[in-house]
């Protein structure tokens, strides 16, 4: 691990600094761990190129080139969650059903799209096939009041350059145009056959240790919250009280990271692969997220 890995996990004042910094097995019970079934066999410690690593000197900045498992001449594919911290979970689809997540990016306010933009384009810069699909949260379509497009707002700055005329030479397909919300109830179900690997028609996800150990640590240390339904039987949903840290902890403490990784898996022809059973299946706004 890098020194810089080391300084940030420090600086977001962990309070379990064994799991988050020497990533060792979250101490949550089974039951309280909002990504159940997510285990060590989901997270792979060769994802890095030996060759472009001896390359790249103590000055010179790492790119794409890297990643060993990232195939330039493919499609990116990412999965983005807005707001005071804009997360991105960054991955492809292998053979055999693997899909590959390569790297976890993020800016935190008052950092906005455009950072987290440039910060991507200088990384990939070496990546041929210049097409993103990006997948994300219905909202992004039209936030909040703000009126405010942010799927767009992020096509647009990565499709062009400062100026807002100079293309970069990259398109973003957006993805999730239309589509209806993802409940938490929802994601809890899809997640537990996720990571089971008992259905297999869902990709078998492996997960970059190193270059995604933001999203690790946010998928092993979501917990589960119960919601009583007086309809129906309680419902299991996700804790997002962590996204209410301080600002400099959310990285490593919050469930953000997790919410990019869902949009990215919970694309329209997955999930109808998934059987959601009734008493969870629900769309009350209050699990939506």
């Known amino acids: 691990m890098t020194p810089e890995w080391f300084t940030d996990a420090i600086q977001s004042d962990l309070g379990d600094v064994d799991t988050a910094v020497l990533s060792l097995q979250s101490s949550l019970e089974s039951g309280e761990r909002f990504y159940a079934n997510i285990a060590e066999k989901h997270f792979y410690r060769d994802g890095k190129n030996l060759k472009w690593s001896e390359r790249f000197g103590i000055d010179e900045k790492e790119d794409c080139r890297i990643l060993e498992y990232l195939n330039r001449k493919k499609i990116i594919e990412v999965g983005l969650d807005f707001g005071n911290m ?6 492809q689809p292998k053979p055999n059903n693997v899909y590959k997540i390569l790297k976890f990016m993020y800016t935190l306010s008052p ?11 200088e990384y990939f810069d070496k990546h041929d096939e210049k097409v993103i699909h990006a997948y ?3 909202a992004a379509n039209n936030y909040k009041d703000a009126k405010v497009d942010l799927a767009l707002a992020f096509q647009k700055a990565i499709e062009f350059k400062e100026d807002g005329r100079t293309r970069t030479g990259w ?17 809890y179900i899809f997640m537990q056959d996720l990571f089971s690997g008992t259905n297999p028609k869902l990709p078998k996800v492996e997960i970059d240790f190193f270059e995604a150990k933001h999203l690790k ?9 119960i919601i009583p339904n007086k309809a129906r039987a309680s419902v299991t949903t996700k804790d997002k009280s962590s996204e209410k840290l301080p600002i400099h902890r959310l990285p490593l403490e919050s469930t953000n990271p997790s919410d990019s ?13 998934v059987k959601h059973r009734g008493v969870q299946n629900i769309s009350d706004s209050s699990v939506v997220g």
Not at 171 to 187: D, F, H, P, T, Y
Not at 261 to 273: P, S, T
């Open 111 to 121: 950092d906005w799209i455009p950072n987290l933009a440039a910060d991507f384009l």
């Open 217 to 225: 640590a946010s998928l092993e240390n979501a917990r589960t919250k």
């Open 136 to 138: 994300y949260d219905r």
């Open 261 to 273: 990784f869902k949009y990215l898996m919970m694309r329209r022809e997955w999930r109808n692969l």
């Open 171 to 187: 398109k973003v397909v957006l993805m999730s145009r239309n589509q209806g919300n993802i409940g938490q109830a929802e994601e």
């Open 86 to 91: 804009i997360s991105m979970t960054i991955g």
